[in-house]
């Protein structure tokens, strides 16, 4: 009873000390100026019409090698906790097939599925979306055959070689970008070609294949172990 | 030209090893121990050549602020140093150790990640991207931490993610709040914008951050996820996580942001001297009823870190100094003891000082190993921790602050206390041990001897001469507090 009492407590203290924070909030009427420049000159020096695109992937691409390296230790954490113990096989009694409704319609969604996926990714530079929602939607199609086949194994040897190899093809990427272009991960080592063309916007295009490969990869890796753990 | 390098060669590293390594660790060693390598080589290189000098680099060809920039001064490459160093006797003490563990390429490939969070730390100039690699940093933590799979190790890692999180809300808070009204993410372009603004702005961000990396760095009263994580991990983990990590994402973070930054206010430096002082005393207290040696070492952590804030909080220049040689002397004697700790666990299966008893025959290199860093870090000359206690309590009396500088004394001698307890139970106890389960390997072995040669070797960083070229540039980017500015934008 005190705990919570303590806990309500602290609450109410951050409710006191950030309401000001939030209630003297003046809606902008214009871009911040670092905003502005990004929307003045990140068309014309990138080539890409998603602004946001340009904005993740080079001005702050850095961030994103981050975010992508994150991913990747999640994705080894949580197969590493929940690794199965050696001997310890699945029951083959707890997974019941599934209806042959369901069992159609995942033979018939997949490739459908999977098809939006690599558009998303591949249109990353054109239209809302990118790498990281690309190869979301990517392991969304796994999940459902994993749920319609139960007994389906998952090659663990194919998908972390995808999930390493474009890692270190993202990185091979930013390094050139030392040597032909201005600096690590500058996207002007290829052509920028024609605004809104799908092959234009330099390396942005790559970059986001890649970061699909890479971000479905490794959630299909965390559903797999997720799926094998329970058993 | 290097800076990016810091950062490419172990994310690199880490994929290639997921990449190639089958069962066996083989190719997971040999390439993490030449990414280490080269990255220390780096280090170095860009330590002695950096000077007083500051060095930007702006990624993608873009100009600061509309893109991410990596700095490079006395400072970061100091710290650089340091973290490279640490690891790299790590990696060699992890050879043989980490076998005892199922799937020992996968450490290898997370303490990779684990070096590019801490290399990213120190090297960025940008506030959001210093969180970014704080985060990868952290997540590798954690998974090493619960790397032996035991349910005290997951409960360990538990704690430590949950307030790790925690900390790292408040901070991404505190940035929320800066570039609300900075409108830049740039370090450098932040301070000039707050100089500028309401200092009201500064004092509630400094505030956010004081909690934030407060819990990274494990000050009291922020210390309780410390003792349960960095006894848990396995020990060559520990040593990085003691050594290094609470210094990178906590220390060289608090110090970066309120020195260079926030121009260092004073309100906040006299915070640091209360909390650092707290820590001293409290935690070297707690160290003393300890019989887990690993945890003994955690809360001895806890009470150093506390030395290196009082000294930060002094502010004065020779403070500064001895608290940027306590950081160098901290990470290597408390590597050292928790490697002892580790060989020691190996060869006996326990960690219970009272199980333990007289190593001297079954394990010399240990025992004596052990021994140099005890006196070290208790501060007993000519060891390196002697020097650096010794200057922050003498820049303590000069400044007038007599009650500090009596606490640090008192500090000094309560660590000296529980150190004399661990070799005289642990190390030179009654019952005389011979049987050894494991023999301690080479790599362990010689990890164990390079750190307590630099015990005795760092000392000599002092005399005038050479600490004008290593130790002086450090405390003038420190000291010059808000020059960071002007070395970054005005080049």
Redesign the interface.
Known sequence: MVKRFLILLVLVFFVIMLLP?VSDIQPQTEL????K??VKDGPD?LGSANLVTSVIV??????T???V??L???T??VG??L?RRKGSKTNPQKKRESSEILQTGTALLTPLIFLFGIYIFLHGHLTPGGGFQGGVVIASAILLSMLSFPQSEINHKIL??I???S??LY?VI??L??YL????????ILPLGDFGRLFSAGAIPVIYSLIGLKVGSELVGILDSMQRSDS | MILPFLIIIPLLAAFLITLISGEKDNWAIVLSVLAEMSLLTLALFSFFTTGYDTFVYEMSGWKIPLTICLVQDALSGFMLVIVNLIALTSLMFSISYIRQYSSPWKYYALFMLLITGMNGVIATGDIFNLFVFMEIALFAAYALVAFGAKAEEYEAAFKYAVMGSISSTLILLGIGILYASTSTLTMAHIAAELQTKDPQVTYWVAAVFLVGFGLKSAVMPFHAWLPDAHSSAPAPISSMLSGVLIKALGIYAIIRIFFNIFGAPPVFLMIFMVLGSISIIVASYLALGQWDLKRLLAYSSISQIGFILLGLGIGTKLAILGAVFHILNHAIFKSLLFYNAGSVEMALGTRDLRKMGNLRGALPVTTSTSMIASLSVAGLPPFNGFFSKLIIIIAAVQSQHIIYAIIAVIGSLLTLAYFMKVQRYGFHGETVINEIKKPVSLGMKSAMIILAVLCVVVSILIIPGIREITLDPVVSVIISKTGYIQAVIGR
């Open positions: 924070l911040n100026p670092l905003a420049k990004y020096e080079t001005y702050r691409g850095l961030d090698l981050g975010e390296a994150v990747f230790i999640a080894a954490g590493f906790m690794r972390n070689a999930e390493s190899l890692g270190v990185l930013g390094i970008g030392i272009a201005a600096g690590f991960l500058d996207n002007r």
